[in-house]
């Protein structure tokens, strides 16, 4: 990871251009005001989405690894299911970047945010190795499914309020999910057992993306401001 962060860094420094060089406009003045940021039920559905999906994959994450053991898996076996997951995700963000430029978005994170947490349920019923590693597999394709679409979503809104300012929301609510996954995951797993943080997990996951959806869903009841060239005209905010 060290060295694929070096090869990005160059690559953003020799390739990337320099935002101090960006017209000063609506956009900037927008991405200050977090107030009306908040205010969009779009933005509320993409905390909802990023905040619960690190919560249930760091809860699959950490406790994964006690389940294999208790169901006499190796080290490696371990690594297997985790490689899954992140082999799911990767391959597959491209083609679904392209469904969800092309055709609706909410369906695709309806299907998205309900079938990558979905599979938790039955890891800690399936003893069979390959059979968790086609459970993990089936989360990481989920989750590039959902999550191409909201990532589309998330740069329809940032024309009103600043692509800066929602990356920073997204990654925000990401990382708050990854910090309180491993602990609410401990607690389930103090009081009923190694199994507990996979259902509880998956239970998270699947209200997160139910919830993410409907607000999704919902129109905005304010006009927000829509840069066009280089002047402001008031129109609603479409998050599909």
Do not use: C
């Amino acid at each position: 990871m060290g060295i694929l962060s070096l090869v990005a860094l160059i690559g953003v420094a020799k390739w990337v251009p320099d935002d101090r060089k960006a017209p000063r406009g609506g956009a900037s003045r927008a991405a200050l005001n977090l107030r009306a940021v908040l205010r969009n039920p779009a933005v509320i559905g993409m905390i909802v989405y990023f905040a619960t999906r690190g919560l249930w994959r760091q809860s699959f994450n950490s406790f994964w690894p006690l389940l294999a053991q208790s169901h006499g898996h190796s080290e490696s076996a371990v690594g297997l299911v985790l490689t899954g997951y992140l082999l799911g995700e990767g391959l597959f963000q491209i083609p679904f970047g392209y469904l969800a430029d092309r055709f609706p978005r909410l369906p695709q994170i309806a299907i998205g945010g309900l079938l990558s947490p979905l599979p938790m349920f039955f890891v800690p019923l399936v003893r069979d190795l390959w059979g968790v590693v086609a459970l993990s597999t089936a989360m990481g394709v989920g989750s590039a499914l959902g999550r191409a679409s909201v990532l589309a979503v998330r740069t329809e809104a940032g024309r009103s309020h600043g692509m800066g300012t929602l990356a920073g929301v997204q990654n925000s609510a990401f990382a708050a999910g990854q910090m309180l996954g491993p602990i609410v995951a401990g607690v389930a797993f103090d009081l009923f057992g190694v199994s507990a943080p996979m259902y509880l997990g998956a239970a998270l996951g699947v209200v997160g993306g139910v919830a993410a959806v409907l607000l999704f869903s919902r129109k905005p009841t304010h006009r927000q401001p829509v840069a066009t060239g280089g002047s402001w005209e008031a129109r609603p905010h479409d998050p599909s």
